[in-house]
Protein backbone atom coordinates (compact mmCIF):
# COMPACT_ATOMS: atom_id res chain seq x y z
CA UNK A 1 0.00 0.00 0.00
CA UNK A 2 1.08 3.54 -0.87
CA UNK A 3 0.90 6.13 1.69
CA UNK A 4 -1.78 7.81 -0.03
CA UNK A 5 -3.39 4.05 -0.06
CA UNK A 6 -2.39 4.10 4.08
CA UNK A 7 -4.17 7.25 4.86
CA UNK A 8 -7.41 6.74 2.10
CA UNK A 9 -8.01 3.38 4.28
CA UNK A 10 -7.54 5.46 7.75
CA UNK A 11 -10.13 7.70 6.38
CA UNK A 12 -12.35 5.29 5.50
CA UNK A 13 -12.24 3.57 8.87
CA UNK A 14 -12.24 6.78 10.38
CA UNK A 15 -15.71 7.36 9.03
CA UNK A 16 -17.00 3.97 9.37
CA UNK A 17 -16.34 4.35 13.08
CA UNK A 18 -17.80 7.95 13.29
CA UNK A 19 -20.85 6.32 11.77
CA UNK A 20 -21.70 4.10 14.85
CA UNK A 21 -21.23 6.52 17.31
CA UNK A 22 -22.87 9.43 18.87
CA UNK A 23 -20.15 11.90 19.94
CA UNK A 24 -22.02 14.51 22.34
CA UNK A 25 -20.18 17.25 23.43
CA UNK A 26 -20.12 18.85 27.30
CA UNK A 27 -21.67 22.00 27.80
CA UNK A 28 -18.44 23.66 28.36
CA UNK A 29 -17.73 23.22 24.91
CA UNK A 30 -20.68 25.27 23.53
CA UNK A 31 -21.78 27.66 26.37
CA UNK A 32 -21.89 30.84 25.16
CA UNK A 33 -22.54 29.77 21.19
CA UNK A 34 -25.47 28.46 22.85
CA UNK A 35 -27.69 28.72 25.64
CA UNK A 36 -26.78 25.72 27.75
CA UNK A 37 -30.33 25.79 29.02
CA UNK A 38 -31.64 24.76 26.19
CA UNK A 39 -31.96 21.10 25.50
CA UNK A 40 -29.26 19.57 23.56
CA UNK A 41 -30.07 19.69 19.01
CA UNK A 42 -31.51 16.41 18.85
CA UNK A 43 -29.15 13.61 17.26
CA UNK A 44 -29.62 10.64 14.81
CA UNK A 45 -28.97 8.03 17.23
CA UNK A 46 -30.79 5.52 15.38
CA UNK A 47 -28.58 1.62 15.24
CA UNK A 48 -26.00 4.23 16.83
CA UNK A 49 -23.83 3.65 20.11
CA UNK A 50 -22.38 6.57 22.67
CA UNK A 51 -18.95 7.00 22.63
CA UNK A 52 -17.37 5.75 26.14
CA UNK A 53 -14.25 5.76 25.46
CA UNK A 54 -11.28 7.02 23.05
CA UNK A 55 -12.32 9.37 20.42
CA UNK A 56 -11.45 7.93 16.98
CA UNK A 57 -10.52 11.03 16.13
CA UNK A 58 -7.88 11.89 18.14
CA UNK A 59 -4.34 9.47 18.76
CA UNK A 60 -4.72 6.72 21.60
CA UNK A 61 -2.64 7.50 24.01
CA UNK A 62 -0.44 4.88 25.79
CA UNK A 63 -2.44 2.75 28.11
CA UNK A 64 -0.05 4.19 31.01
CA UNK A 65 0.19 8.17 29.74
CA UNK A 66 3.20 10.07 31.30
CA UNK A 67 3.04 13.96 31.54
CA UNK A 68 5.01 14.04 28.57
CA UNK A 69 2.33 11.48 26.56
CA UNK A 70 -0.17 14.49 27.15
CA UNK A 71 2.08 16.89 25.91
CA UNK A 72 2.07 14.99 22.84
CA UNK A 73 -1.17 14.08 22.32
CA UNK A 74 -3.35 16.42 23.83
CA UNK A 75 -1.88 20.09 24.85
CA UNK A 76 -1.35 22.67 21.83
CA UNK A 77 1.74 23.74 20.84
CA UNK A 78 3.95 24.15 24.10
CA UNK A 79 6.20 26.84 22.15
CA UNK A 80 5.57 29.16 24.94
CA UNK A 81 5.75 27.12 28.01
CA UNK A 82 9.14 25.22 26.45
CA UNK A 83 10.65 28.92 26.44
CA UNK A 84 9.52 30.21 29.27
CA UNK A 85 11.09 27.14 31.01
CA UNK A 86 13.94 27.52 28.65
CA UNK A 87 14.31 31.62 29.96
CA UNK A 88 13.86 30.46 33.41
CA UNK A 89 17.06 27.91 33.74
CA UNK A 90 18.79 30.83 31.76
CA UNK A 91 18.17 33.29 34.49
CA UNK A 92 19.46 30.67 36.73
CA UNK A 93 16.31 29.96 39.05
CA UNK A 94 15.67 26.80 41.01
CA UNK A 95 14.36 23.91 39.36
CA UNK A 96 10.98 24.22 41.02
CA UNK A 97 10.40 27.34 39.25
CA UNK A 98 11.75 26.06 35.65
CA UNK A 99 9.26 23.15 36.48
CA UNK A 100 6.33 25.61 36.98
CA UNK A 101 7.17 27.56 34.04
CA UNK A 102 6.62 24.52 31.91
CA UNK A 103 3.67 23.34 33.02
CA UNK A 104 1.93 26.96 33.94
CA UNK A 105 -0.63 27.11 31.02
CA UNK A 106 -1.25 23.30 30.21
CA UNK A 107 -4.73 24.33 31.02
CA UNK A 108 -5.28 27.22 28.25
CA UNK A 109 -3.29 24.55 25.90
CA UNK A 110 -5.23 21.67 26.46
CA UNK A 111 -8.10 21.92 29.17
CA UNK A 112 -10.82 24.73 30.23
CA UNK A 113 -8.72 28.81 29.27
CA UNK A 114 -10.96 30.24 32.01
CA UNK A 115 -9.11 30.69 35.42
CA UNK A 116 -6.59 28.72 33.78
CA UNK A 117 -4.09 29.03 36.42
CA UNK A 118 -6.44 27.57 39.24
CA UNK A 119 -7.21 24.45 36.35
CA UNK A 120 -3.38 23.72 35.71
CA UNK A 121 -2.23 24.15 39.60
CA UNK A 122 -5.23 21.60 40.19
CA UNK A 123 -4.11 19.29 37.44
CA UNK A 124 -1.06 19.20 38.60
CA UNK A 125 -1.47 19.72 42.68
CA UNK A 126 -1.15 16.04 43.49
CA UNK A 127 2.48 15.86 41.92
CA UNK A 128 4.60 18.51 42.64
CA UNK A 129 5.56 20.31 45.60
CA UNK A 130 3.39 22.97 46.62
CA UNK A 131 5.28 25.79 46.39
CA UNK A 132 4.76 24.84 42.11
CA UNK A 133 1.15 24.57 42.31
CA UNK A 134 1.42 27.98 44.02
CA UNK A 135 3.18 29.79 41.89
CA UNK A 136 0.87 27.88 38.47
CA UNK A 137 -1.88 29.10 40.70
CA UNK A 138 -1.46 32.69 41.44
CA UNK A 139 0.77 33.67 37.69
CA UNK A 140 -2.39 33.84 36.52
CA UNK A 141 -3.09 37.10 38.52
CA UNK A 142 0.17 38.33 39.30
CA UNK A 143 0.75 39.15 35.68
CA UNK A 144 -2.05 41.44 35.80
CA UNK A 145 0.04 43.50 38.66
CA UNK A 146 3.44 44.89 37.84
CA UNK A 147 6.37 44.39 40.78
CA UNK A 148 9.24 46.75 40.07
CA UNK A 149 11.24 45.24 42.46
CA UNK A 150 12.17 42.52 39.68
CA UNK A 151 11.23 44.61 36.53
CA UNK A 152 7.39 43.07 35.73
CA UNK A 153 5.50 45.81 34.22
CA UNK A 154 2.03 45.23 33.00
CA UNK A 155 1.73 43.38 29.33
CA UNK A 156 1.58 45.49 26.51
CA UNK A 157 -0.34 42.39 25.09
CA UNK A 158 -2.94 42.82 27.54
CA UNK A 159 -3.75 46.47 26.58
CA UNK A 160 -4.06 44.78 23.04
CA UNK A 161 -5.82 41.94 23.86
CA UNK A 162 -8.22 43.10 26.93
CA UNK A 163 -8.79 46.86 26.12
CA UNK A 164 -6.46 49.86 28.63
CA UNK A 165 -9.39 50.34 30.78
CA UNK A 166 -9.63 46.31 32.07
CA UNK A 167 -9.40 45.78 35.58
CA UNK A 168 -9.27 42.25 36.87
CA UNK A 169 -12.40 41.19 38.89
CA UNK A 170 -12.52 42.15 42.78
CA UNK A 171 -12.27 38.44 43.15
CA UNK A 172 -8.67 38.13 41.08
CA UNK A 173 -7.60 41.23 43.32
CA UNK A 174 -8.21 39.77 46.35
CA UNK A 175 -6.35 36.62 45.36
CA UNK A 176 -3.26 39.46 44.35
CA UNK A 177 -3.60 40.51 47.94
CA UNK A 178 -3.29 37.34 49.20
CA UNK A 179 -0.21 36.33 46.98
CA UNK A 180 1.31 39.24 47.78
CA UNK A 181 1.49 38.25 51.56
CA UNK A 182 2.48 35.21 51.52
CA UNK A 183 6.00 33.49 51.72
CA UNK A 184 6.42 32.00 48.30
CA UNK A 185 5.34 35.46 46.33
CA UNK A 186 8.64 35.12 44.89
CA UNK A 187 8.69 32.21 43.41
CA UNK A 188 4.97 33.14 41.74
CA UNK A 189 6.87 36.10 40.74
CA UNK A 190 9.25 34.93 38.79
CA UNK A 191 7.02 32.74 36.94
CA UNK A 192 5.84 35.59 35.91
CA UNK A 193 9.04 37.30 34.51
CA UNK A 194 9.85 34.55 32.54
CA UNK A 195 6.21 34.18 31.02
CA UNK A 196 7.40 35.90 27.81
CA UNK A 197 6.10 35.62 24.76
CA UNK A 198 8.41 37.54 22.63
CA UNK A 199 11.24 35.12 23.37
CA UNK A 200 13.54 34.45 19.91
CA UNK A 201 11.39 32.72 17.64
CA UNK A 202 14.18 30.98 16.25
CA UNK A 203 14.87 29.32 19.35
CA UNK A 204 13.28 25.82 19.30
CA UNK A 205 13.00 23.84 22.82
CA UNK A 206 12.22 20.31 22.92
CA UNK A 207 10.06 18.75 25.75
CA UNK A 208 12.52 16.71 26.17
CA UNK A 209 15.28 18.93 27.49
CA UNK A 210 13.05 18.91 30.77
CA UNK A 211 13.22 15.25 31.27
CA UNK A 212 15.62 15.56 34.25
CA UNK A 213 13.76 18.24 35.99
CA UNK A 214 10.24 16.69 35.54
CA UNK A 215 11.71 13.42 36.94
CA UNK A 216 12.84 15.31 39.51
CA UNK A 217 10.00 17.31 40.50
CA UNK A 218 6.92 15.68 39.06
CA UNK A 219 5.32 12.05 40.92
CA UNK A 220 5.01 10.68 38.12
CA UNK A 221 2.28 7.89 38.59
CA UNK A 222 3.20 3.95 38.21
CA UNK A 223 -0.49 3.71 37.27
CA UNK A 224 -0.45 6.42 34.73
CA UNK A 225 -1.65 9.74 34.89
CA UNK A 226 -5.24 9.85 35.44
CA UNK A 227 -5.48 5.78 36.95
CA UNK A 228 -4.17 6.53 39.57
CA UNK A 229 -6.60 7.62 42.16
CA UNK A 230 -5.48 11.46 42.88
CA UNK A 231 -7.59 14.14 43.38
CA UNK A 232 -7.07 15.30 40.24
CA UNK A 233 -7.03 11.78 37.70
CA UNK A 234 -10.55 12.51 36.92
CA UNK A 235 -9.29 16.08 34.91
CA UNK A 236 -6.33 13.76 33.06
CA UNK A 237 -9.19 11.45 31.90
CA UNK A 238 -11.25 13.84 30.58
CA UNK A 239 -8.49 15.41 28.49
CA UNK A 240 -7.33 11.96 27.35
CA UNK A 241 -10.99 11.07 26.45
CA UNK A 242 -12.77 14.83 26.16
CA UNK A 243 -15.97 13.29 24.50
CA UNK A 244 -17.23 10.13 26.82
CA UNK A 245 -21.04 10.52 27.21
CA UNK A 246 -20.57 9.99 31.05
FE1 LIG B 1 -0.81 31.93 31.96
FE1 LIG C 1 2.20 31.95 29.94
Not at 27 to 53: F, N, W
Not at 71 to 91: C, E, I, V, W
Not at 132 to 137: D, E, G, K, L
Request: hydrophobic share 35%; charged share 25%.
Amino acid sequence: MTTLQKAEAADHALSQEMDRLVIVKSAIYTSGERDPREPLPRQDDRGKLHLMGHDPRLPRMPDKPTLFDYFKYRFGPATHMLQSARLAQKNGVSEKIVLACLLHDIATSGFIRADHGYWAAQLVEPYVDPEVTFAIRYHQVLRFYPDDSVGYRYPDSYIRLFGADFKPEPYLHRAYEYARGHKWYMTARLLTVNDLYSFDPNVHVELEEFTDVVGRHFRQPEEGLGFDDSPSAHMWRTIMWPTRYL
